[in-house]
């Protein structure tokens, strides 16, 4: 079932297939990238894939930091953008310039301009705000969307592979799948083209 009216938000080039929110080209891309168990691709087949789950999960997550920290200063960007133009009811209790300000530390923490120790600081009291002891492994909250931005590479390096699956986790809401699109394609352009142009994606390329 062909839905001529929707372009694929990953490619921007086909029509999307219901019930996938993607064209077949790029369907066909994730099915041959990933190592799937027939249950996973089971499910897949019979309620579709989302965009924003190919972008973040099979696109812009597969792309490794490097020692500089250069991917992840980009995904901090990413994120103080997000911040801006998420709804601020996420983060309870902060005040708009809190939640500003805190984001800008954390450009400036992993762009080096301060210090791990004001870092730990600064992300103590903004726990304190939002009233989060603790970060739940399981069970992801909107509030920890913004915490997550200071947290040292030590505090999440079983998941750091796994960044853009996690803090889209922490505000799964449908209402905003449109605005991840749309900054996923502001700051990500080139990867994202780079996978679309890609016609060897298969599993063997992932090592
Ligand atoms: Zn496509």
Known sequence: MENVDKICPI??????TL????CPVCYDKVK????????????IENHGIDAII????????????????QWHQRRICFMQDMVE?????????ATIQQINDFAHSAVDFWKGKITSQEATEQLQSMRKVLQKDIMKLSDWEPKDFLLWMM?????FDWMWDQWFECIHACIPDKCNDELWIRMFHKHFPNEIKA?????????????
């Open 11 to 16: 490619c921007r080039k086909h029509s999307i």
């Open 195 to 207: 996978w679309v142009d890609n016609n060897n994606n298969d599993a063997t390329n992932k090592a």
């Open 32 to 43: 041959t990238q990933a190592d799937w168990n027939t249950t996973e691709w089971g499910k």
């Open 151 to 155: 947290m040292p590479k030590d505090d």
């Open 54 to 69: 190919v972008l973040a999960k099979y696109i812009l997550d597969e792309i490794e930091d490097d020692d500089q920290h």
């Open 85 to 93: 133009h998420l709804d601020k009811q996420y983060f309870p209790n």
């Open 19 to 22: 019930p996938n929110g993607v």
